[in-house]
Structures are given as structure tokens and as C-alpha cells.
């Protein structure tokens, strides 16, 4: 099956820095997703990303499927930003509309 | 509902017990997902449901693990003879059939 791999696996941040996440994925894909997790464990849509890109507030997304691999960018990052990210596919040739998700970045915004 | 509704939160249950777990999609939802994560991993698929039948059943651990969805609406999850490694947070989704997945705040199942 398809294989999904992030990075980093950890980062911390001062608040107000800027940061790159990175997903990279080994076959093609129907659908990519990016969540937070917060720390109450709620999983929040942040992207749907199958190519292409997109922006919402501090948030934006890059995804290039040729390349196999999406980037989530974080401006300006806040204590509430702090959780894990995951990235999120759907196997093109699968069979399945089922997503697979990364191990995720964990991220700490310190004051 | 407005959002994916899950019960109960909390189920803590003795080694060898009977578990459902219950979820509500997002009203209008064809497709509904169940996932389990464990303390610092991702989400693990189970099963995914379109309508009511189910489409992928692949990633249910053993025959412990069953799951219905009767009327295409609201799916249980369900647990025999419970063992500690059952213990995860079980996490439930739902899409419109377009791709988008939105998971509801989990039920978090403790063994003992």
C-alpha cells in the first residue's frame, strides 16, 4: 500500500516564526488532506489538497502530485497552532476511498 | 447534526467485555469511516462504509472487531472479548462522497 512519510517529526517554534511541513508520498493520489490535531485530540480539516494550492489566513498549502509530495506553511505561528499535523492520502490505483495517514509533525509555538 | 457526533467519549471496560461505540455522521453523508489511534500514532483505517454496506473492510484487526451500518446513517462500532491492546482512541468520519473526510471528537476506550 502506499506509503506516507513527514517531516519533521518534531519542531519547535518561537511565536511568530514561520515554518514549512513537509508529506511525502509514494504512489499517486486521488486525495490529500491536512488536519491539526489539537491537544484535546480533535482532528480539524485544514486542507483539501489533491493538487494545486491553496491559502486560509496564516495557513497555505502546496500540493505537487507529479512529484509526489505536499508542503503546509505556517506565517507567523501562534501558541493555538501548537498540536500535530497530519497529512492524509487516498490511493489512486487502491481500490479504496480510504485515507492513510503520516506519523505527523508535532509542533510546539512557545510564547 | 452539524458535525460528526460520537458516543460515548470515555468507555473504560474490564478485560474480556462487550463494546459498542456509536457515531453520527454529518447529515446527508454517504460514506463513513471508522479509524483507531493509538498514543503517538496516526489514525489506523478500519473500515469504511458507503451506505450500507461495507466497502473495505480491511484494515479490521481480527474477528473481534464488526461494524454496522443498518440504515446508512449511523454506524456501531462493536468490540468482543476486549483485550488491553484494544485501547485507543476510535475516531469517526463522514463525506459527502466527494473526498473530504470530517472526523468527529472520538470515543476513547480504555481496558483494564
Known amino acids: 500500500g502506499i506509503q506516507v512519510e513527514q517531516s519533521p517529526p518534531d519542531l519547535i517554534l518561537q511565536e511568530g516564526a514561520n515554518s514549512t511541513l513537509r508529506c511525502n508520498f509514494s504512489?499517486?493520489?486521488?486525495?490529500l488532506q491536512w488536519f491539526h490535531q489539537n491537544p484535546w485530540g480533535q482532528l480539524i480539516n485544514l486542507f483539501y489538497?489533491?493538487?494545486g494550492t491553496k491559502q486560509n489566513g496564516r495557513l497555505s498549502a502546496t500540493t505537487v502530485a507529479t512529484e509526489r509530495y505536499s508542503l503546509l506553511y505556517i506565517s507567523s505561528s501562534q501558541t493555538t497552532d501548537s498540536g500535530v499535523y497530519f497529512c492524509?492520502?487516498?490511493?489512486?490505483?487502491?481500490?479504496?476511498?480510504?485515507?492513510?495517514f503520516g506519523k505527523g509533525t508535532k509542533l510546539t509555538v512557545n510564547p | 447534526g452539524a458535525g460528526v457526533s460520537q458516543t460515548p467519549s470515555n468507555k473504560v471496560t474490564e478485560k474480556g467485555k462487550y463494546v459498542e461505540l456509536r457515531c453520527d455522521p454529518i447529515?446527508?453523508?454517504?460514506?463513513l469511516y471508522w479509524y483507531r489511534q493509538s498514543l503517538g500514532q496516526g489514525p489506523e483505517f478500519l473500515i469504511y462504509?458507503?451506505?450500507?454496506?461495507?466497502?473495505?473492510d480491511s484494515g479490521l484487526p481480527n474477528d473481534r472487531f464488526f461494524a454496522v451500518r443498518p440504515e446508512g446513517s449511523v454506524s456501531t462500532l462493536k468490540i468482543q472479548r476486549t483485550e488491553r491492546g484494544d485501547s485507543a482512541v476510535y475516531l469517526c468520519?463522514?463525506?459527502?462522497?466527494?473526498?473530504?473526510?470530517?472526523f468527529g471528537e472520538g470515543s476513547r476506550l480504555t481496558v483494564l
Open positions: 468520519a463522514s463525506s459527502s462522497g466527494i473526498g473530504e473526510l470530517f
Open positions: 504512489d499517486s493520489v486521488n486525495n
Open positions: 489538497i489533491p493538487s
Open positions: 492524509a492520502v487516498e490511493e489512486a490505483q487502491g481500490g479504496s476511498e480510504k485515507l492513510v
Open positions: 447529515s446527508g453523508h454517504t460514506a
Open positions: 462504509f458507503q451506505g450500507t454496506g461495507a466497502a473495505d
